[in-house]
């Protein structure tokens, strides 16, 4: 039988790219799921079309930074179910910009969004799936969660947050029947590269820039995190460029900072908006 079929499992950031994915893989495998986002207009779009074809589906407004909001969303789910199986903590948002350009408020939105939406999903989920005595949690980090990527320092500072959160974690949850995993992905092909904030980076050159062959689109990464998710893989790295970034950066960390240092001195020239 599939490892997904009737499995109780919430999608966070389920309207747009690898939760959107998740979701459809998901709900294909025969599992039973909410998909929750704070982008209300593009959950309708979403939700209706996967519910219509794959069967069993819901959809809820929800922004995972608001801890009450994220408590409720959880504790009802549950109750409705009587389990919670699965929780993917994959909302996030991405901002570029060096640390010299960043506002406090920049800084603010990256950790609320990424850092405590994870928090708050496991606070809520943890608890439930300890007393229920099995559950699986699921925090998509990021390559730059591994790998200290220079122009990013935000978001580098929440993804490394939710590995150690997870790695932690895992350890506590291990002999108390609770899994946890942590996705790192490299490159997926979804709207994050238009809609995060640029700050002082041209972003038509920044598009311009990425590495388009390396990127996979988000229905390849949700099946290779679904894979993972089953073996109860504790870091799911994702795309072949990002493991062979992890493996640079496990043998060299030295050789990661030179490299990334020449990286960045590139992109100041290509794509750094000079006052
Ligand atoms: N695309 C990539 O290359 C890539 C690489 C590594 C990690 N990631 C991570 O994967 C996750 C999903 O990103 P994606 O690429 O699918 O982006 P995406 O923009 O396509 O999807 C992110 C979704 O999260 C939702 N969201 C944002 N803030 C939220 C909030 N406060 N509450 C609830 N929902 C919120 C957005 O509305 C959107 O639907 C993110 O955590 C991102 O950091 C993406």
New binding site residues.
Partial sequence: MDHFRDKVSIV??????????LGEELAHRGAIVML????AQ??SEVGDPIAENRGNVETTS?????FDAVKKMIKDYHEKHSRLDFIFN?????AGGEVRDCSIDDWRDVL???LR?VVNGIACAYPLMVQQGFGHIVN?????GLVPFPGAAS?VAS?FGIVGLSNALRIEAADLGVKVSV???????????H??KMIKIDRQKMLESLPDRL?IT?EKCASIILRGVERNKAIIV?TAFARLLWMLQRISPNFMLWFMRKKLQKSRKEVRIED
Avoid: M
């Fill in positions: 966070t950031g389920g309207a747009s790219g690898i939760g959107r994915a929750a986002d704070r982008n593009l959950l929800l922004d995972v930074s608001d994959n909302a996030g948002i991405a609320d969004v990424n939406g998509t980090a990021s390559i730059e978001y993804k996705v790192c992905p490299g490159y997926i092909k979804t709207p994050i590269f809609t995060s990127g988000p994702v």
